[in-house]
């Protein structure tokens, strides 16, 4: 009888182990396609880190390409070092919002900033997160007052 009971503990405890392996070892956080359709945990873990910039569009400049830009990404802040020697750090927190990505209305979440303004919100921009390509993050500013996408972000993760 001991010896079934010790087999049984055995194969519940190599089944728990199995079990008890996270999911986060199931994802290549490197290549996630649809990053705006994971669930919030997900996308947290794979964009938070330091990033650097590589292209950025958007309003009447168009497209700039910074040579010495980072972006770094915490559990509720975000750093910006940009090539003329500006630091950035502004809180934010986690909303869902429907966005555009590819010509396809989606609800994703996005970095809503914690100073927004509730009345005047045209002028300010959360950022949601498209995919992560070989390491490349691709994400979106948003308008907080309507669904348009203000501008569109390229970084390279730093390791």
Not at 2 to 13: S, V
Not at 39 to 64: D, E, F, H, M, T
Not at 95 to 112: E, F, L, R, Y
Request: aromatic share 10%; glycine share 6%.
């Amino acid at each position: 009888m001991k010896t079934i009971n010790i087999k049984i503990t055995a194969i519940l405890l190599i089944l728990a182990g199995s079990f008890s392996c996270g999911k986060d070892k199931e994802i290549d956080f490197s290549n996630i396609e649809d990053l705006y359709a994971q669930p919030l945990p997900v996308i947290q873990k794979a964009v938070q880190g330091k990033w650097k910039v590589y292209v950025s569009c958007g309003g009447v400049v168009g497209c700039v390409y910074p040579k010495n830009s980072f972006f770094e990404i915490t559990s509720n802040e975000t750093i910006e070092d940009n090539d003329v020697g500006d630091h950035t750090v502004r809180s934010y927190s986690w909303k869902k919002k429907k966005v555009d990505i590819n010509g396809k209305m989606v609800n994703t979440h996005i970095t809503w900033p914690d100073d927004a303004d509730e009345t005047e919100k045209s002028s300010q921009a959360g950022r949601y997160f498209i995919c992560i390509k070989n390491d490349t993050l691709y994400s979106n500013g948003c308008s907080l007052a309507s669904d348009w996408t203000i501008m569109g972000h390229t970084y390279i993760r730093v390791k």
